[in-house]
């Protein structure tokens, strides 16, 4: 890849610093290398500490029920929850699952997350090899802590799902090509398509659209402003594509069609063995449907267009105080040296190009803007990192309000400690205590202390200290500790273990009607009818071939079931009527007179 002339001040800029100098700069790696070792052990304990405490939620059922079948059926090439096939995501992220519980010996909800949890320890380990490698240690352990703590990253991280394994998947893509860039071709480019195709089992094609785009924005904006309009908006067609060629060398290379070929040949395999098993190409079609259709012709998930606007600040918690600001001092203030120069153009391009990309997407949800938190982690590094008098005036303004807001909301935290009957309206006003008191108390209390000594001097380096001691005690507080405890008012396992006990070995004349609650914990694994409609379920019934059904309390009335409610999930005052109503009952039905 050709580089466009340095200029005066980059070559004085990049000249050699005395002996003096370079010893100090690598004492001061080596600490921050250390650092960065502290911020995987306390990632380790964030994402894996009690891990398999809670009953899975909501998608996770999907995870697990899906991996669990195929365990039962021995088909690893066919997903199905309840034997109805369910082919929305690719098969990578069950294969890790199964894979997990064949080394634990059981299919349970620490074997559903675990992957999710490793593919986080990875993906903040890779996230600072690559800043590492862009900036140096200090801004590498500082983006890797920030992603590691953000309020999103760490959800995924410890629920099951695919979305923070393509993360990571898509780190190391971009970590390969950093690594090779000056190269141009080059057998690494197999490694790279194999990684982005392996991603891309994992959630859909995202694995191989993301790092493509991102790698090709970087390699046009890489030597700055002047270079790109030079390049793009001057000259004949063929000298601008001659100069498009010229960027991307690393996908303009007769390595790329084989490294490409074998990728993508190595992406369609599963997909075609579930074909030649199951006779069937809904495999194909759904990656078609999830990653094409829907973003062009969305046909669910229809957010706003400005939805990812205010949602990153959610994803990003607490961290996302910053973010306004230090995108102000990264787009407005010049980097000290060339190297930082491009790295701050690196990191720019990852964050909107991922930004943009989602933005322009007809099907949006919330989560999905998840890839932009490692962008988004390095952007605030850098601002953390920087001196008070190099601050930008607009940037700094922007950081102190948003700091002000955080350390206000944290002072403020110690109402969570009042019973909620005091501060909360009806029915909110009888859930029980805070759990561990004791333990918030004490986080808190640090919390306000970080957030003193950042208010005395509103440095970065003060602010980010005090905004990681509230995010990390935080999310240590809520996942750790919180979350667990909660588990006493949930009835997803207790009410399965009920059932089990009353169905007994009649467990095959079960059924369900419009809802699949607490499928994962009925052992041993069977089909069991879903019904969605009342006739449906009652012809059944005549036929003698349910005795059992489990049903929604709001359900029962319409239904006229000949039978008693024999249990009921448990209810809390603090759901209100409609909680109590969207329990689940189990009814046994009365036998059917012969003839």
């Known amino acids: 890849m050709t580089r466009p002339e340095t200029s005066v001040n980059e070559t004085m800029l990049s000249k050699p610093r005395p002996l003096s100098e370079d010893a100090t700069a690598v004492s001061t790696d080596i600490v921050w290398q250390r650092a960065a070792v502290g911020v995987m052990i306390l990632a380790a304990v964030l994402f894996l500490v009690r891990l398999g405490t809670r009953a899975l939620w909501a998608s996770e059922f999907r995870w697990a029920e899906i991996a669990r079948e195929m365990l039962a059926n021995n088909n690893y090439f066919w997903p199905t929850i309840n034997g109805r096939v369910y082919y929305d995501k690719p098969l990578g992220t069950y294969w890790l699952v199964i894979a997990v519980a064949h080394l634990s010996g059981k299919m349970d909800e620490v074997a559903a997350r675990l992957p999710c949890a490793i593919a986080g320890l990875i993906g903040v380990a890779t996230l600072m090899l690559i800043v590492s490698r862009l900036y140096d240690w200090r801004n590498a352990a500082w983006s890797g802590f920030i992603l590691a703590t953000s309020y999103s990253f760490v959800f995924f991280s410890r629920h099951a799902s695919a979305d923070v394994e393509t993360v990571t998947g898509e780190l190391i893509a971009l970590a390969l090509f950093l690594h090779n860039e000056e190269r141009g071709g080059g057998w690494w480019l197999l490694a790279l398509w194999l990684v982005m195709a392996l991603t891309s089992h994992m959630k859909g094609l995202l694995g191989f659209v993301l790092p493509i785009m991102v790698i090709g924005v970087y390699c046009c904006c890489r030597y700055g402003a002047s270079d790109l309009c030079g390049g793009l908006l001057h000259g004949s067609v063929a000298r601008r594509f001659k100069w498009l060629v010229e960027r991307n060398r690393w996908l303009f290379n007769w390595t790329t069609i084989p490294a490409a070929l074998i990728g993508i040949a190595f992406y369609a395999t599963p997909f075609v063995i579930s074909n030649r098993l199951m006779h069937s190409d809904r495999g194909l079609y759904l990656v078609y449907r999830e990653n094409v259709l829907r973003y062009f012709e969305p046909f669910d998930h229809r957010g706003p267009i400005y939805l990812y606007v205010y949602v990153i600040f959610l994803l990003m918690a607490p961290w996302s105080v910053l973010l306004p600001g230090a995108l102000a001092q990264i787009h407005r203030v010049p980097a000290n040296t060339a190297k930082e120069a491009e790295g701050d153009r690196f990191a720019m391009v990852y964050f909107w190009t991922t930004f943009v990309f989602f933005t322009l997407s007809g099907s949006r949800r919330s989560y999905y803007l998840v890839p932009i938190l490692p962008a988004a982690a390095m952007i605030v590094a850098r601002f953390v990192t920087q001196s008070a008098e190099s601050l930008d005036s607009v940037a700094s303004w922007l950081t102190k309000v948003g700091y002000w807001i955080l350390s206000i909301a944290t002072m403020l935290g110690f109402v969570a400690l009042f019973p ?7 029915p909110l006003d009888q859930l029980p205590m805070l759990p561990e008191p004791a333990i918030y108390a004490l986080a808190w209390v640090a919390s306000v202390i ?3 000594y950042a208010l005395k001097k509103m440095t970065p380096m003060r602010i ?3 905004v990681g001691i509230i995010a990390y005690l935080s999310m240590v507080y809520l996942y750790i500790f919180a ?14 273990a009920v059932v089990m006990k009353a169905v007994g070995p009649q467990l095959n004349s079960l059924a369900y009607y419009n809802n699949l609650e607490s499928f994962f914990y009925i052992e041993p694994f069977m ?6 409609d009342p006739d449906t379920l009652h012809h059944a019934i005549d036929k003698g071939r349910v005795r059992w059904v489990m049903v929604r309390e709001r359900d029962l009335q319409k239904l006229k ?10 209810s809390f005052p603090w759901q209100g009527q409609r909680g109590i109503r969207d329990a689940v009952v ?3 039905l009365k036998p059917k007179n012969p003839g």
Do not use: K
């Open 420 to 426: 909620p009957s005091w501060i909360m309206p009806r």
């Open 450 to 452: 970080g957030a003193i």
């Open 464 to 466: 980010g200290v005090s």
């Open 483 to 496: 979350m667990p405890a909660a588990e006493a008012y949930r009835g997803e396992r207790p009410f399965a």
């Open 527 to 532: 089909t069991h009818p879903l019904f969605l």
């Open 561 to 570: 079931l000949d039978g008693s409610v024999v249990a009921r999930e448990e």
């Open 586 to 588: 189990l009814v046994r």
